[in-house]
C-alpha cells in the first residue's frame, strides 16, 4: 500500500465532504447496488449520514433557517405595514338625539429603502392622500444587524457541523475497537479450547497435576466471560452509533480503516489552515469590525435631512423637507464606552490567535506522540504474539509447562490491548488534529 505523504487541507473538508455525498448518492441509486453494499458502511458513509440526518444537524440547520427569516423579516421592504379601521362618532342633534356616522379608514406604510418610505391613507368622507419621505443620511441599522447574526449563525453552523462530524468519526472508532476487541475474543476463546484439550489429554496420561487442569478450566472460563464483555462492548457502541445516526445499524457491517498514513505535517502550514478557518476567530473579528462601526457611526452624528411629498386626489401636491441635528450630553461617555469595546475586540482577537496557536501546537504534539507510541506498541504485540506461538508448539512437544505458556499468553494479550488502545487514541489524535484545522 502506497503511503500518503501529503497532510489533506483542512479547509476544504467540506469540499471532501461534498464530494463523498455525491459519490453515495450515485452509488445507492445506481442498478447494480447489492444488499451487501447496501449493509456495509464506512466511515464517510457515517459522517454523510449524521451530517444529513442527526438530531444536531437538523437543529443546527432549523436554527440557520430561523436567521435567515430575521434577515428578510428585518429588511427595509419587509417592515411595511397596512392596517384598516374603523370609527364611530356621535354628534347631538336637536331633540336630544344623536348623529352616528361610521368612519372606516384604510392606511399602508411601506419603506422601500431605510432611506425612502412610501405611505397612503384612504377613507370616504377625505381624499386619498399619498405621501413620500426620504431620509437622506438614514442608516438601516436593523438590516445590518440582522446581517450580522446571520453571518455569526452561518459560522456557528459551520463549527457544530464540524464538531458533530469529529463526534461521529470518533464513536466509529471505538465502534471498530469494540468490534476488533470481540473478533479477538473470539479467536482467544477458541485457542484456550485447543489448548484445554491438550491439558485435558495430558493430565488424563499423568504428566500434568489436578491443579493444571483446574488452571486451564479457570482460563476457559475467563475467556468465554472476555467474550461476553467484548460482545456487549460492541452492542453498546453500535447503540451509540445508531441514536447519534438516527439509523437502526444493529445489523450492518462496518468497513475497516485503511493503513495509518504516514504524514509529514508541517506546523505553520497547518497553523495558516488553522488561522483561517477558525470559526471563533472569525467571529471575534466580526465582532471587532461592528465595535468599530459603532465608534466610527458615534463619531460621524449624521443630521437628520428629510423631505417628503404628499399629494391628495383633489390637491396639488405639497413638498416639505427637514434639517435637524442633535448632541446627547452623553456623547463623550458613549464615545468612551464605543472605544473601551474597541479595545476590548482587539485584545479578543489577540488571544484567539494565541489560543489557536497552542490548539494547533498540542494537537499536533498528541497525534506525533500517538503515532510514534503505536508504532512500538505494534511491534512489541507482534513480538509477544510470535514468542507464544513459539512456546505454543514447545508445549505442544511437552517441553514446557502450563504455567510457563500461560505467562507468554498474558503477556500477548496485555500487548494486544496495548497496540489497540494506542491504535484508538492515534486515529482520534488524527481526527481531532483535523477538527482543529477545521474550525
Not at 338625539?97 to 377625505?126: F, H
Not at 472476555?226 to 447519534?244: C, V
Not at 434639517?323 to 485584545?347: H, M
Request: one cysteine or more.
Amino acid at each position: 500500500m502506497e503511503k500518503n505523504r501529503n497532510i489533506p487541507s483542512a479547509g476544504s473538508l467540506c469540499f471532501y465532504r461534498r464530494i463523498t455525498a455525491c459519490l453515495l448518492l450515485l452509488f445507492l441509486a445506481g442498478p447494480g447496488t447489492s444488499r451487501a453494499a447496501e449493509d456495509l458502511w464506512d466511515m464517510e458513509k457515517v459522517v454523510t449520514t449524521a451530517l444529513r440526518q442527526s438530531e444536531i444537524a437538523i437543529r443546527a440547520a432549523e436554527n440557520l433557517y430561523q436567521k435567515e427569516l430575521e434577515l428578510k423579516m428585518a429588511r427595509s421592504f419587509s417592515r411595511g405595514r397596512a392596517g384598516v379601521g374603523a370609527g364611530v362618532t356621535a354628534v347631538p342633534a336637536t331633540g336630544r338625539d344623536y348623529t352616528v356616522t361610521g368612519r372606516p379608514e384604510l392606511s399602508i406604510e411601506l419603506p422601500v429603502t431605510s432611506r425612502l418610505k412610501l405611505g397612503a391613507k384612504w377613507n370616504p368622507d377625505e381624499q386619498t392622500t399619498v405621501s413620500l419621505d426620504y431620509e437622506l443620511l438614514a442608516e438601516d441599522t436593523k438590516t445590518a444587524g440582522a446581517r450580522r447574526a446571520l453571518a455569526m449563525a452561518k459560522l456557528e453552523y459551520e463549527k457544530i457541523m464540524v464538531t458533530l462530524e469529529l463526534q461521529v468519526r470518533k464513536e466509529y472508532i471505538d465502534l471498530l475497537s469494540a468490534f476488533k476487541n470481540r473478533r479477538r475474543a473470539e479467536e482467544e476463546l477458541a485457542v484456550i479450547a485447543d489448548y484445554h484439550k491438550i491439558v485435558q489429554r495430558r493430565f488424563d496420561q499423568g504428566f500434568l497435576s489436578e491443579a493444571d487442569l483446574r488452571s486451564s478450566e479457570g482460563e476457559l472460563l475467563r475467556a468465554g466471560l472476555q467474550l461476553k464483555r467484548s460482545e456487549l462492548q460492541e452492542e453498546r457502541a453500535r447503540l451509540n452509533l445508531s441514536r447519534l445516526l438516527q439509523n437502526d445499524l444493529s445489523q450492518v457491517q462496518f468497513a475497516e480503516l485503511p493503513e495509518f498514513p504516514v504524514v509529514e505535517a508541517e506546523k505553520e502550514k497547518l497553523l495558516a489552515e488553522a488561522l483561517a478557518n477558525n470559526v471563533d476567530l472569525q467571529q471575534a473579528r466580526m465582532q471587532l469590525a461592528v465595535a468599530r462601526e459603532e465608534l466610527a457611526r458615534v463619531h460621524r452624528n449624521h443630521p437628520v435631512i428629510s423631505l417628503g411629498v404628499t399629494a391628495g386626489k383633489e390637491e396639488r401636491p405639497a413638498v416639505s423637507a427637514g434639517f435637524s441635528w442633535t448632541i446627547g450630553f452623553d456623547r463623550r461617555q458613549q464615545l468612551e464606552i464605543n472605544r473601551i469595546n474597541v479595545e476590548q475586540g482587539e485584545r479578543a482577537v489577540q488571544s484567539t490567535v494565541t489560543a489557536v496557536e497552542d490548539r494547533v501546537a498540542a494537537a499536533l504534539a498528541d497525534f506525533e506522540l500517538e503515532r510514534q507510541a503505536m508504532a512500538w506498541l505494534e511491534l512489541q504485540w507482534q513480538e509477544a504474539e510470535r514468542t507464544y506461538r513459539g512456546m505454543e508448539i514447545r508445549f505442544a512437544a511437552g517441553e514446557l509447562r502450563a504455567v510457563e505458556l500461560e505467562k507468554a499468553r498474558l503477556a500477548r494479550d496485555e500487548a494486544f490491548q496495548d497496540y489497540l488502545e494506542g491504535w484508538n487514541r492515534t486515529w482520534k489524535a488524527w481526527y481531532t488534529l483535523l477538527a482543529v484545522i477545521a474550525a
